[in-house]
Structure formats: structure tokens, C-alpha cells
């Protein structure tokens, strides 16, 4: 299976002056016959008005993940060629600011595709290279 990956724009409004920022950084692995391939990953300021995403097209299981954030939270939305969602979670200020991660495999028609890994910080770390 050959898989293309692809970056949309982001859009990023700066936090308040008055507020320290807040960071989402993320990992995308493709699940394929019982191994995970690292395709890439992003740091973002979490802000009102944050829209950012990226996605898969080729072969095999289409995505989209899309961020749309606020002063206090970002929402994280991943779904399908067709629209679906496929999964979503929203990650407030106190996730964002703990240094905590989330991890969690997305599935489309029962078959495992793709695991994010999520974590929140104080600073941006930016992402490795999938090379």
C-alpha cells in the first residue's frame, strides 16, 4: 500500500498577551500488517481561531485531521473520504498545559488504519522527521 501524505494551510491567531501560550504537538503512524509507520507529526499554538490539519490520500483509507482550538481548548477531528467522523476529542487548557499525552487508534470499516499521539506543553517541540 502506497500512501501519499499531504498538508493543508494553517491558519494561527496569536494567544492574548496577557495569557501564557499553550502547545499540541501530534504524531501520525499508519497501521499496516501489524507495524506502525511514523508519517509526520506538528506543533501548534493553541489559540481562538486556531484551524489547522493534515490528511492521507493514495491508496488505502483516506483522512482528514483537522484542529480547530479556542482561548481554552482545541478540538481534535479526524475523519473519513466521505465526511464521517471517524473520531473526535477535545483537549482543554489543563490537558494542554500538564505535559500529559493521549494516544488512540483510529478505526474505518472495523479495520485499524491509524494511532495519533497527542501531549500538550508549555513549549513548542517541533516534530521529528519521518525519514
Known sequence: ???????????WLLSSACSNPVYLMHEEYLLENAEEHYIGGSCQEVSDGLTSGTGVGGEGPNYALTMVGSDDSVTV????????????RTYDRHFLSSGDSDSFVVRHDGVEFLRLKLWGGLTCEP????G
Not at 500500500?1 to 491558519?11: A, F
Not at 477531528?77 to 473526535?88: A, P
Open 77 to 88: 477531528v479526524v475523519t473519513g473520504q466521505s465526511g464521517d467522523t471517524l473520531e473526535e
Open 127 to 130: 516534530p521529528r522527521d519521518p
Open 1 to 11: 500500500m502506497r500512501l501519499t501524505p499531504l498538508t493543508l494551510s494553517c491558519s
